[in-house]
Every structure is written in structure tokens, then in C-alpha cells.
């Protein structure tokens, strides 16, 4: 498993970012961002597909940004040890099991890495891709052939999660570590 997570950056009518990763020294977001002509001011938008420290520690590098999140995800040890780092967000909580962020933006509750774990459905002009976060995770391989090792954490709810994410017929899956996976196809993109 590749340590370091994805971290997807969204432009259009409004800049977005998901997962914003982890904090650097050297401020590694922001300088990600400027690389692609993007002004941390630019971003008024996180999306959070769960509050592990790898994913979001780096968000107070995007100031008072709004934090889109599920409310499942709020009360875990993990969450609350990292409420630092969300002081300055404006939290917006997802209820239930899926719902709309944006215009062309959806999510799914994809529990089972953790309880309030998101995937976020990109509608894009190539198709849909599908932020799936640490659902697949640690072998992206498992996914694909939609199989887990018995007595892997929380199983039945991952494999419900891989269950959800492949049917909505995504074109590319983006996982929370690993390469891109392009289903159906021969090689990831």
C-alpha cells in the first residue's frame, strides 16, 4: 500500500478539494496547488471522504474553508483527536446513505474503513469517477474481483461498499492510496 494518500483536486464552477492530505512541513498542499495555477483562497470547498490525519490534517493550509463530511464520522476517536486541525472549517454534515454535494458532485456512505466513510461521484466529461477513498484499501486488486481475505475488519461492509461504488458504473475509481483503477479496463489510468 502506498503510504501517502490521494488527494483530488476538482475545478469547474467551483474548486474543490478532496481529502486534502497530510500536513507538511513546507506546506506540501498549497504548493501542489500553485502548481496547478490554483491560490489556496481559490478553494472554498473540502470534501472529506473520512477524518483519518492522512487524509485531512493539511486543511487548515486551505484556511476557512467549508468541510463536507458525514456525521457518523464527527464522534470517532480519530475525529475528535484531530479537531484541531478543523477549527477553522465551517463543517457541513452529510446524513444517511447518499445524497447530492454540488450539481454533479454525489456522495454514498461507504462505511467499514470507518463509520462515516464517503465516496464522492464525479460526473466528468469522460464519465463518472468515483472517490472512493480507503473502501479499497490496502490491495485495489480486491476490489476488482470484488473478494476479500475472510477475517479482514469490518468485511461484509466493505464488500457492500464495493457492491455500491461498482454499481454506479464508474470509469475511473480513485482510491485513498494506490494508483487509479479504470474498471473493465486493461490498465489503470
Do not use: K
Amino acid at each position: 500500500m502506498i503510504a501517502w494518500p490521494n488527494t483530488v483536486l476538482l475545478t469547474g464552477p467551483r474548486t474543490i478539494v478532496v481529502d486534502p492530505g497530510y500536513q507538511t512541513q513546507g506546506d506540501m498542499l498549497a504548493g501542489a496547488l500553485a502548481a496547478h495555477g490554483v491560490d489556496v483562497a481559490d478553494v472554498h470547498l473540502a470534501l472529506a471522504t473520512h477524518l483519518h490525519s492522512d487524509h485531512v490534517s493539511a486543511l487548515p493550509q486551505l484556511g476557512a474553508v467549508e468541510l463536507v463530511v458525514h456525521r457518523d464520522e464527527l464522534g470517532t476517536p480519530h475525529a475528535i483527536r484531530l479537531r484541531g486541525a478543523r477549527d477553522d472549517a465551517r463543517i457541513t454534515e452529510l446524513s444517511g446513505s447518499r445524497g447530492e454535494v454540488c450539481p454533479g458532485i454525489r456522495w454514498i456512505h461507504t462505511p467499514g474503513h470507518t463509520p462515516g466513510h464517503v465516496s464522492y461521484l464525479v460526473d466528468t466529461d469522460r464519465g463518472l469517477v468515483a472517490i472512493a477513498g480507503d473502501t479499497l484499501g490496502p490491495r485495489p486488486e480486491w476490489f476488482e474481483d470484488m473478494r476479500l481475505p475472510e477475517g479482514f475488519p469490518e468485511r461484509e461492509a466493505h464488500l457492500e461498499a464495493f457492491r455500491l461504488i461498482s454499481g454506479e458504473r464508474p470509469r475511473l475509481v480513485i482510491p485513498g492510496h494506490n494508483p487509479s483503477i479504470a474498471p473493465g479496463a486493461d490498465a489503470a489510468t
